[in-house]
């Protein structure tokens, strides 16, 4: 065992990827390409950034996964854990019992979320918390005395969890293939995606027609026939879809023309993410369920769960027993971690921040990205970006050119970005990031200049590859 230069204690580089490669099966992951080049082992973080066991400085700009927003390193959070552990690890709130964090969170959710939201089902992950929204919803109508109201429409190219009806609710192609997916009950739509779809449209235009096709799809199926609505307000996973602002609106008032329950998942865009302490205000969606996980501990301690809207609640409350729940509903030391998660999002005003100063600030420093030659929109919503990689720029968006997808240039700017120590996604040819809310203006400053370095370096080795 050598010593580490980060971390003193750590076996070294190799033996760490030999065992990995020996034993770790990873998410998502296509297995002989991860064992050809060596997992990077990821150490230590602080703040914004991670070390990785080379002693190699990372800007994370993608928040572990969506969900690092008050930045690594809180040792207050550490803390509160340490705390319920010595005091109460874990107890379940099956048979008549509760415990005080989940208590305290519950009453504290209540607070933070749109009006007429009075009650929370905790489970331990995001996917968890759209299985019970699937069997809720069902649980709903058939309480309601519509049993035949269990369909649900999701969007194609959607994220929500990877659970069997995480998968299924997802439109990603991808995961419907490996499973025999979606499960039935479950039917997709278009997604409201105005570069790819909205030629020749403006975008209010296109969001008004991307919302009509839930209008479509439920006048096929009959109205009687379908539960509810799922979206994220914006499309992390599938590449920050953000939609026109008329889409949500029209969307709201489609499933109110048809009593269809509306769900907003909210796993990315809770807890801050868009200058909100959830998207649908922004959006103006008024939803009857919320999905949430992620940013409600800021991913220190797995959490997730429903926000349940009033109307909802009452008939499952009063409805008998709901045969639904997990050992972990609830679990103190996950609630402990959220609320003092919460609280530092409250003390340091980071939705706030967001909204009125580094928000904006990112806005206008990520849209100068759009003058490098490889870049065809640069755009942002709260904390969440996204910018096209494309072959030609042209006045008009839908005249720009694009690059073959078969190429993955998107893959070729993200080696690049990771080997200068910056964390970007590529889907496709779009690049994302969704920063720490904690980021202030210099570091916003230093990530896109970073960026606009690895755009420079992807130009260079695609003009090499005679791409362009
Ligand atoms: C990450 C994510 C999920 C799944 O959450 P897990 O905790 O990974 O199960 C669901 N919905 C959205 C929108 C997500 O981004």
């Not at 552990?85 to 964090?101: G, H, I, R």
């Not at 929370?120 to 069997?135: C, I, K, L, P």
């Not at 990031?433 to 606009?452: S, T």
């Amino acid at each position: 065992m050598t010593t580490n230069p980060v971390v003193p204690e750590m076996p070294d580089t190799l033996a760490l990827q030999a065992q990995d490669a020996a034993h770790y099966l990873h998410p998502f992951t296509d297995h002989t390409q991860l064992h050809s080049k060596g997992s990077r082992m990821i150490v230590r973080g602080d703040g914004i950034y991670l070390w990785d066991s080379e002693g190699k400085k990372i800007l994370d700009g993608m928040s572990g996964l969506w969900c690092v927003n008050v930045g690594y390193g809180r040792s207050s959070i550490a803390q509160a854990v340490h705390k319920q552990m010595d005091v109460l690890p874990f107890y379940n709130s099956f048979f008549n019992t509760s415990n005080v964090p989940a208590v305290q969170l519950a009453a504290k959710l209540a607070e933070l979320a749109p009006p007429g939201f009075q009650h929370v089902f905790y489970t331990g992950s995001g996917s968890e918390a759209n299985d019970t929204n699937v069997r809720m919803v069902r649980r709903y109508w058939d309480l309601m005395g519509y049993p035949d109201r269990h369909v649900i429409i999701s969007r194609r190219n959607a994220y929500h969890g990877s659970t069997m009806a995480g998968a299924s609710l997802g439109g990603m192609s991808g995961m419907h293939e490996q499973g025999g997916l979606p499960i039935p009950g479950i039917v997709h739509i278009g997604q409201p995606h105005y570069f790819d779809d909205g030629v020749g449209m403006t975008p209010e235009d296109f969001g008004l027609r991307a919302a009509g096709w839930l209008e479509k799809k439920i006048l096929e199926i009959g109205a009687d026939k379908v539960g509810a609505f799922i979206g994220e307000p914006i499309q992390g996973a599938g590449g920050v879809v953000i939609p026109p602002d008329t889409y949500w609106p029209e969307i709201r008032r489609i499933c109110r023309k048809y009593d269809v329950l509306l769900i907003a998942d909210e796993v990315i865009t809770g807890f801050g993410r868009l200058g909100r302490w959830f998207g649908s205000e922004l959006f103006g969606i008024e939803p009857d369920l919320i999905t949430f996980a992620k940013g409600v501990t800021s991913g220190y301690v797995p959490l997730g769960g429903v926000l349940v809207s009033d109307r909802v609640a009452k008939v499952v409350m009063d409805g008998g027993e709901f045969t639904h729940g997990f050992t972990y509903s609830g679990h103190p030391v996950a609630c402990a971690a959220a609320l003092e998660n919460i609280r530092i999002i409250e003390e340091e005003k980071l939705v706030e921040r967001v909204a009125e100063d580094t928000g904006p600030y990112l806005r206008q420093r990520f849209a100068s990205l759009a003058a490098h030659p490889l870049v065809g929109v640069a755009e942002t919503c709260g904390f969440v970006a996204g910018l096209n990689l494309v072959r030609g720029k042209a006045a008009r968006l839908h005249d720009q050119l694009r690059f073959d997808p078969a190429l993955g240039v998107g893959m070729v700017c993200r080696g690049h970005m990771f080997n200068n120590g910056m964390i970007m996604r590529a889907v496709g040819e779009r690049m994302i990031v969704a920063p720490p809310l904690v980021m202030g203006r210099a570091q916003i400053d230093e990530m896109v200049a970073l960026i606009r370095f690895c755009l420079d370096r992807t130009l260079e080795d695609v003009e090499a590859r005679g791409w362009i």
